[in-house]
T-cell receptor, first 116, second 112 residues
Framework: EAGVVQSPRYKIIEKKQPVAFWCNPI?????LYWYRQNLGQGPELLIR????????DSQLPKDRFSAERLKGVDSTLKIQPAELGDSAVYLC??????????????FGPGTRLTVL | SQQGEEDPQALSIQEGENATMNCSYK?????LQWYRQNSGRGLVHLIL?????REKHSGRLRVTLDTSKKSSSLLITASRAADTASYFC????????????FGQGTELSVKP
């Protein structure tokens, strides 16, 4: 099966500019995750979708970050305006099952964002 | 916030040796998973162990889980240069659906 697709792979912007990342999950996966990974750290969850509903966005800095998953398939994550501290790798992941239980997550290659 | 703490932060071994990485966590869990990340790439799932399991094997991987100590270990036997990567444990908190909380990772270097 095709993996999780993310674009762009790299993005360099100046602070205060907007930026958007796109993710297409594995076909049939109804759960989608956005993570941020800082250098030398593990991924930290930003938002989790079950179909088109955001069921956990407690870690999303809502003053500047927004996300959407229209039609419950692909998703976009936006930052506006970007700050220097937003430089990180943004990972998208998807999984098969919703709700309780153990879910293996499949990760995309990530978007490396550099804010100058 | 990251729940897991991994030990050691970095590990360097020779090809053929075994590598052991440890993970400790804080809250009750449904499951614990281990992922590998090669430089500049996304994470790849290695193995999942449920809270009612104590040990699990997959090829050269062996995972143990001690819920009383809130700890897990990952053993890679007969390591290869291709095992060089960062390894992360991720816990699935109890009653929080499919959420995973990742540790900071162990950077493994296997020298040929």
């Amino acid at each position: 099966e095709a993996g999780v697709v993310q674009s762009p792979r790299y993005k360099i912007i100046e602070k205060k500019q907007p930026v958007a990342f796109w993710c297409n999950p594995i076909s049939g996966h109804n759960t989608l995750y956005w993570y941020r990974q800082n250098l030398g750290q593990g991924p930290e969850l930003l938002i989790r979708y079950e179909n088109e509903e955001a069921v956990d966005d407690s870690q999303l800095p809502k003053d500047r970050f927004s996300a959407e998953r229209l039609k419950g398939v692909d998703s976009t994550l936006k930052i506006q305006p970007a700050e220097l501290g937003d430089s990180a790798v943004y990972l998208c992941a998807s999984s098969r099952r919703r709700g309780q239980g153990a879910n293996e997550q499949f990760f995309g290659p990530g978007t490396r964002l550099t804010v100058l | 916030s990251q729940q897991g703490e991994e030990d050691p932060q970095a590990l360097s071994i020779q090809e053929g040796e075994n590598a052991t990485m440890n993970c400790s966590y804080k809250t009750s869990i449904n499951n614990l998973q281990w992922y590998r990340q090669n430089s500049g790439r996304g994470l790849v799932h290695l193995i999942l162990i449920r809270s009612n399991e104590r040990e699990k094997h997959s090829g050269r991987l062996r995972v143990t889980l001690d819920t009383s100590k809130k700890s897990s270990s990952l053993l890679i036997t007969a390591s290869r240069a291709a095992d060089t990567a960062s390894y992360f444990c991720a816990t699935g908190p109890y009653n929080q659906g499919g959420k995973l909380i990742f540790g900071q990772g162990t950077e493994l270097s296997v020298k040929p």
